[in-house]
């Protein structure tokens, strides 16, 4: 079942300069649970397209529709992290992970119950009032994560999900994410510049091209098909190909 189409879906942003052209007429269909990544240079329209999914911009041109419902604006099926989506320093993890559910007036004593069996689920359980300060950059994430978990959204656009941890973290944090995603059957779109990443964790990875983006090949990884780890992906001699092939693509001029 399509769970997100992307229907020609141009994006003009209109500056002082004129009007720039972001995205180009990109169509896109995402089935339920698929975890899709979208790879391109910076500047090439990957924040964009997440936003316009989100309903937080409207397309120029085309539509986005979600359980086939045209997205009009933010909706509660869709939970967005933003790219450097940071934690608020004077909130304690808690109050960080019930944010959401407080700006939709939500906080129900069953969902923050819920809340904090997530927190305990995912090795958070003794840190709740702790300050962000005092825990790791992947535990961090992980609070971030839950806080876009707590709302429910079927779908997830994250935005760069990990480009403020270090090498090392990256991949401990991406196979916890990963595996929190697939329990919770959730559909993913993520968007990044690191080909290693798209390739481990994804179902589909949809290359771009320079702005205004358009996609420019999409890549179906067996991997993640046969149910595989990001770090069992890793270690497969085909990581090694795709990862070519696709940086191939990304660097190709036309
Ligand atoms: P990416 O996430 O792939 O780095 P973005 O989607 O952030 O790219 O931006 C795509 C292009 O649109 C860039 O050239 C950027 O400068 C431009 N852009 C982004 N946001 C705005 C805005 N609010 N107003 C004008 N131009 C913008
Ligand atoms: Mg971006």
């Given amino acids: 079942m399509a769970r997100v189409e992307i229907r020609n ?32 240079q910076s500047g090439c329209g990957k924040s964009t397209l997440l936003s316009l999914i989100s309903g937080l911009l409207r397309p120029t041109r085309g539509s986005v529709f979600i359980d086939q419902e045209e997205v ?9 992290m933003l790219q450097n989506d940071y934690l608020f320093e004077w909130r304690t993890i808690l109050d960080n992970a019930l944010l959401g559910l407080e700006i ?20 958070l359980g003794g840190f709740e009032q702790y300050y962000p300060a005092q825990l790791s950059g ?33 991949l401990a944090v991406g196979e916890e994410v990963v595996k929190i995603l697939r329990e919770r059957r959730k559909t993913v779109i993520m968007v990044t510049h690191d080909i290693p990443e798209a390739v481990s964790m994804a179902n589909r990875v949809v290359v771009m091209t320079p702005r205004p983006g358009r996609i420019r090949s999409i890549h179906r990884i067996k991997m993640c098909d046969e149910g595989l780890t990001p770090l069992q992906t890793r270690e497969r001699p085909q990581f090694r190909e795709y990862f070519t092939t696709i940086w191939k693509e990304l660097n190709r001029d036309d």
Avoid at 11 to 19: K, Q
Avoid at 104 to 123: F, I, W
């Fill in 9 to 40: 879906v141009s994006l003009n942003y209109h500056t002082l300069a004129g009007e720039v052209r972001a995205v180009e007429d990109i169509s896109l269909t995402i089935e339920d649970q698929e975890f899709v990544a979208i790879v391109g």
């Fill in 72 to 80: 009009q604006g933010p909706c509660r099926r869709v939970g967005y």
């Fill in 104 to 123: 939709r007036r939500e906080k129900t004593p069953e969902a923050v119950a819920e809340v904090k069996a997530m927190l305990k689920a995912y090795g």
């Fill in 138 to 170: 992947g535990m961090r994430q992980r609070v971030a994560l839950i806080r876009t978990l707590a709302t429910g959204p079927d779908v997830l656009l994250l935005d760069e999900p990990f480009s403020a941890l270090d090498y090392q973290n990256r």
